[in-house]
C-alpha cells in the first residue's frame, strides 16, 4: 500500500473515533474527503474528528479541517506540509501562540484560522502569495507586525482580538505609545540636566575668576603699602643721617 494510503489510515484510526468514514476501497483517492492528481493526495477536506499526524502526505496543497474538536496547540505536523497552497482549521478549540515557522510555508494563498483560542503575539507572515487571510475571533494580543504581506488585509481580517493593536487595524497600541512618552520623558531630563550642569560649571568658572582677581589686586596692594613704607624709612634714615651734620 502506498506510503499516502497508510498516512490517511493512520490518520483516520486515531481520529475518526466514530468509525464514520468508510475507507473500505483500495483506491485511497475515492476516500471521503481526498482528492488526488496523478495518484498524489492534493486535499484532504474532512469534519467532526480529531486531529492527528499528516506529516506523510507530503503533497498535500489543500487542507481543511474546519468545524471538529480540535484542540491544544498548532498541529506542527502541518509545518512538513511544505506544498500547502490553502490550510483551513477555523471553528475548533485550538489554543497557544502560533510558530514562527508558519512562514516556511512559502506557497500559502489562503489561511483560515478563526474562531479558535489562539493567543500571544501574531507572527510576521510575509508570504508573497497570501491572498487571503482570516485570524478573527481568537485571542491574540500585543502589536500586529507591520509586514509587506499583512499590511495588504484590512482590519476585519483580524477582528475579535481584544488586545491586539496596530497601524494596520486603526488601533493605537498603548504599551508603545506609553513606551514613546517614556523616553520622551528620559531625553527631557538628560537635557536639563546637561543645562543645569553646564550652568555651574559656568557660575564655578566665573567664580575662580573672580577670587583670582581679588587676590591679585590684593598682593599688589599690599606691595604697593609696602613700597611706601620703604620709601618713608628711607626718607627717616636720611633724615636721622643728614641732621647730626646740621648740628
Known amino acids: 500500500m502506498k506510503e499516502e494510503a497508510q498516512a490517511l489510515l493512520a490518520f483516520k484510526n486515531g481520529a475518526d473515533v466514530n ?39 507530503t503533497n498535500l496543497k489543500s487542507l481543511f479541517l474546519s468545524q471538529n474538536n480540535f484542540s ?21 478549540n485550538f489554543s497557544d501562540t502560533l510558530p514562527f515557522e508558519l512562514n516556511d510555508l512559502k506557497n500559502l494563498l489562503s ?33 500586529l507586525p507591520n509586514t509587506e504581506t499583512l499590511s495588504h488585509f484590512k482590519p476585519a481580517s483580524f477582528s475579535n482580538n481584544s488586545y491586539l493593536c496596530g497601524e494596520i487595524i486603526h488601533k493605537e497600541c498603548p504599551y508603545h505609545h506609553h513606551h514613546h512618552n517614556h523616553g520622551l520623558r528620559i531625553a527631557l531630563i538628560v537635557f536639563f ?27 599688589q596692594g599690599r606691595a604697593a603699602s609696602g613700597d611706601t613704607a620703604t ?7 636720611a633724615t636721622v643721617v643728614v641732621s647730626p651734620l646740621t648740628i
Not at 135 to 141: L, M
Not at 196 to 213: M, R, Y
Not at 231 to 237: E, G, N
Open 19 to 57: 468509525n464514520m468514514l468508510m475507507y473500505t476501497t483500495n483506491n485511497y483517492c475515492q476516500w471521503e474527503g481526498v482528492q488526488c492528481i496523478n495518484g498524489s493526495v492534493v486535499k484532504y477536506q474532512i469534519q467532526h474528528l480529531n486531529l492527528q499526524d499528516l506529516s506523510p502526505l
Open 231 to 237: 620709601s618713608t624709612k628711607h626718607v627717616q634714615v
Open 111 to 143: 489561511l483560515n484560522l478563526s474562531f479558535n483560542h489562539f493567543s500571544g503575539s501574531f507572527p510576521p507572515l510575509n508570504q508573497a502569495h497570501l491572498k487571503v487571510l482570516d485570524v478573527s475571533n481568537n485571542n491574540f494580543s500585543g502589536a
Open 72 to 92: 491544544g496547540s498548532f498541529p506542527p505536523s502541518i509545518l512538513i506540509l511544505k506544498r500547502l497552497v490553502a490550510l483551513s482549521l477555523s471553528s475548533n
Open 193 to 219: 540636566a546637561t543645562i543645569c550642569i553646564a550652568i555651574c560649571a559656568i557660575l564655578v568658572i566665573k567664580k575662580n575668576k573672580s577670587g583670582g582677581e581679588s587676590s591679585t589686586r590684593f598682593d
